[in-house]
């Protein structure tokens, strides 16, 4: 992708970003319930107002599935060959909880896989930035856009990341599992700050094993592969696909370059 464009996108981001702070540091989160229970804010709805705006000048002409607005049905999505996928609040329950673990999630997804990707952190005013093939960068709104190195070697424990919610059944299972093999250290924080825990290396790996979408993994999926990672679905252990008729991601494991060999995708598989 073109650097310029590159560049558009993260002054979209700091807006997004600088208008969720705004509600954050109000008195006032508008806080409602969607048709599936999960909570929405008005620092959501502004953030993805700007976001389509600033998308849609940048790029008239790929589409946007933002999981703020309707978008189409999937005979009508499948066929994109290119389109934006967005979480303008990505964390949105760590918002109004205001621990400050919330991040913005851009990725632009040809046919089923990411080949771009931001994660921007609205308080710290900094994000992620990866092109397939291109490596990963950091930036901040002062202009810096800096290419980071993949982590150095690492053998102590395997640092396990999750949620800051109590573990799933399934996420339990395979910790307990791992035990039995290995030294384990687990790290709660949340939205897509754990796949960004992985990409600065200070985690190995991520389960999932709830509810989660389409949105809330792709830019991170990408970083993680673009350092040698993989994410692989818990059902069929094949790569995380998006663009699925069903938005909702299927259970998965997010490996860093450190755990993605055969020894543990076999344990994963038992």
């Known amino acids: 992708m073109d650097l310029n464009k590159v560049y ?3 002054d979209v981001l700091a807006k997004a970003g600088k208008a969720i702070i705004e509600v954050y540091e109000s008195n006032d989160f508008d806080e409602q319930r969607k048709s599936d229970n999960t909570a929405v804010t008005r620092a959501d709805k502004a953030s ?10 940048i790029f008239p002409d790929n589409p946007v599935l933002d999981e703020e607005i309707n978008f189409p049905e999937y005979t009508i999505r499948k066929t994109w060959e290119n389109y934006f996928l967005v979480d303008p609040l990505d964390g949105t329950k760590e918002f109004i909880k205001r621990n400050g673990e919330f991040c913005i999630n851009i990725a632009l997804i040809n046919k089923t896989a990411p080949v771009n990707g931001w994660i921007y952190e609205p308080l710290k005013e900094k994000g992620w930035y990866c092109g397939k093939g291109d490596g990963v960068f950091e930036f901040d709104n002062t202009g810096n856009f800096v290419k980071i190195e993949k982590p150095g070697a690492y053998n102590g424990k395997i640092r396990v990341a999750t949620s800051r919610s109590f573990f799933k059944p399934r996420e339990a299972e395979l910790i307990k599992k791992m035990k039995r093999n290995f030294e384990l250290e687990i790290l709660h924080c949340g939205s897509s700050k754990k796949q960004i825990e992985i ?3 200070n985690a190995d790996m991520y389960l999932k094993a709830g509810p989660c979408s389409e949105w809330d993994t792709a830019p991170g999926q990408l970083m993680v592969e673009e350092f040698g990672g993989t994410v692989f679905r818990q059902d069929n252990f094949e ?4 663009n699925k008729a069903d938005l909702i991601n299927p259970y998965f494991i ?3 370059e450190r755990l993605n060999t055969p020894n543990l995708l076999l344990l994963c598989n038992k």
Do not use: D, H, Q
Request: proline share 0%; no cysteine; hydrophobic share 50%.
């Open 239 to 242: 790569t995380m696909a998006y």
């Open 199 to 201: 990409i600065k290396g």
């Open 254 to 256: 997010m490996l860093n």
């Open 48 to 57: 993805s107002k700007i976001i389509n705006e600033g998308l849609a000048e």
């Open 8 to 10: 558009s996108v993260i």
